[in-house]
T-cell receptor
């Protein structure tokens, strides 16, 4: 069945870049997403990429997609303390379908 | 900004008891979902609901689970006889047609933490 894997923890110093990695198994994944969860809050969509794209940049966020290796990454430039959160990678193969999520990467930003 | 809300934020129950988790989706949304996350594990899909019926459900969503949209605003998840392994964070999500035809976003609530003792 489909599976999404990501590392569980990342520690980064304020001002450095963070890179969160994700791998997925479903070759029919059409839509890939990064969601952010802050304490006590819901999952907030950060950015998304369609499978026919290699890269997407949105301000401090850069998403890279290697479809051949089924590898997705999220780079956060100039990481701030407000970026401390859990980041979820997710994929979807069709418009109406369910999300397949990873377990989430806890990002801790230290001063 | 419109948001999905969930109540209660934390529910503690005894094994075997029934629980109802409540969600108020964004008002003009048509598609509703429940997901759960057992501590330290992945967010798992439970069920999707559209036009007053279940459109898809996972293997987790067995006969102990049911969903309902009792009025125009609430979307509920009922667990009839809770088990210890039902302890998890339960997330409700909703989508409108515009979101589904563009970038397929689902808007998530903050979750209800269910603890079964």
């Amino acid at each position: 069945g489909e599976d999404v894997e990501q590392s569980l923890f990342l520690s980064v110093r304020e001002g450095d870049s963070s890179v969160i990695n994700c791998t997925y198994t479903d070759s029919s994944s059409t839509y890939l997403y990064w969601y952010k969860q802050e304490p006590g809050a819901g999952l907030q969509l950060l950015t998304y990429i369609f499978s026919n794209m290699d890269m997407k940049q949105d301000q401090r966020l850069t998403v890279l997609l290697n479809k051949k290796d089924k590898h997705l990454s999220l780079r956060i430039a100039d990481t701030q303390t407000g970026d401390s959160a859990i980041y979820f990678c997710a994929e979807k193969s069709d418009s109406w379908g369910k999300f397949q999520f990873g377990a989430g990467t806890q990002v801790v930003v230290t001063p | 900004e419109p948001e999905v809300t969930q109540t209660p934020s934390h529910q503690v129950t005894q094994m075997g008891q029934e629980v109802i988790l409540r969600c108020v989706p964004i008002s003009n949304h048509l598609y509703f979902y429940w997901y759960r996350q057992i501590l330290g594990q992945k967010v798992e899909f439970l069920v999707s609901f559209y036009n007053n019926e279940i459109s898809e459900k996972s293997e987790i969503f067995d006969d102990q689970f049911s969903v309902e949209r009792p009025d125009g605003s609430n979307f509920t998840l009922k667990i009839r006889s809770t088990k210890l392994e039902d302890s998890a964070m339960y997330f409700c999500a909703s989508s409108g047609l515009a979101e589904l035809t563009s970038y397929n976003e689902q808007f998530f609530g903050p979750g209800t933490r269910l603890t079964v003792l």
